[in-house]
């Protein structure tokens, strides 16, 4: 895998929203948490329209995207939000540049079309939350900051303050690079040159807003597409804000997960923190790392960035 190189001091962070729209004020509330960080926010020309349910047209959302992926200055490329929208553009979307001058792709949700892309092409991204979210939390902020500022391995990653341990769905260890994102995004690539390939990897997965029988569902399309052939092991984050949370007549996600999952002979973890939460791991794409769902713990086995 090709590590982008760290983020210093002072370095210009593009922000581009290639997906949903963004509330108002919510592209100055990011470019703020950039400067608190040491860097210098690049606000793309379009990140605060709107097209309906898109934030500005196919063109213009692929032109701020392609600015950031061609600029010669930035260090980083930050996506605002998530919502819908990336795949309508990734066909088009030209990553040789990134490639060529590798940089740090952040964002997740809709976004994690782009880093199946680019996970393709051999470069880390990060799995990380989004700058324009009202709850983002300190902690989350802090552990991007750092696994994006140090060329160290991160070891195993602190779980947030007062959170409940993850649960062994199937406990077990399992070594490998890691891979996934949003379960609705893993699932709508099946089929396509961006599949998930989960050959040897630790697979997460996280999802938002999903009632139980559909995360059955998109479990079911990646097993029947053989899309997590060959996995050493899962990891779950959040399921939040599923209309069925609390239902006694309805099968828990972690149920669904169990049911759905368990044939592969893996270990299977559940509860872990990232995804739609404000206490929220980042996740370095394609670096080698270790799961211990007994533990419930994830330590990152490589540095995710370089000198």
């Known amino acids: 895998m090709i590590r982008p190189a760290r983020l210093r001091r002072g370095a210009v962070v593009s922000l581009v929203a290639p997906a949903g729209p963004l509330a108002e004020g919510a592209v100055e509330l990011a470019a703020e948490r950039v400067r608190q960080l040491g860097w210098e926010p690049d606000i793309g020309p379009h990140a605060r329209g709107r097209r309906g349910y898109l934030s500005g047209s196919d063109p213009e959302r692929l032109a701020d995207l392609q600015a950031a992926i061609d600029s010669p200055v930035n260090a980083a490329i930050w996506c605002l939000r998530g919502g819908y929208g990336t795949m309508r553009i990734l066909p088009e979307v030209e990553l040789t540049p990134l490639i060529r001058r590798p940089r740090p792709f952040i964002g997740f949700s809709d976004n994690t079309a782009l880093h199946l892309a680019l996970h393709r092409q051999g470069l880390v991204g990060f799995h990380g939350p989004h700058p324009a979210s009202p709850s983002l939390s300190a902690y989350s902020i802090d552990l991007l900051a750092s696994l994006l500022r140090n060329d160290r391995p991160a070891g195993i990653l602190p779980l947030p303050p007062r959170f409940v341990n993850p649960e062994p769905l199937v406990e077990g260890t399992a070594t490998g690079a890691l891979v996934g994102g949003n379960l609705s995004l893993l699932a709508a690539t099946v089929g396509t040159r961006y599949q998930l390939d989960a050959r040897g990897a630790i697979v997460f997965l996280e999802e938002v807003g999903e009632p139980v029988y559909r995360v ?92």
């Open 216 to 307: 059955d569902r998109l479990l079911t399309q990646l097993l029947l597409a053989g899309a997590l052939e060959g996995t050493v092991g899962i990891m779950v984050g959040a399921f939040s804000a599923s209309p069925d949370e609390g239902s006694p007549d309805l099968p828990s996600v972690a149920e669904v997960v169990y049911d759905r999952l368990q044939r592969l002979g893996v270990p299977i973890g559940i509860g872990y923190p990232f995804g739609h939460v404000p206490d929220s791991w980042t996740l370095p794409l394609g670096i080698q790392a270790r799961l211990d769902t007994g533990a419930g713990t994830l330590e990152l086995l490589e540095p995710a960035v370089s000198r």
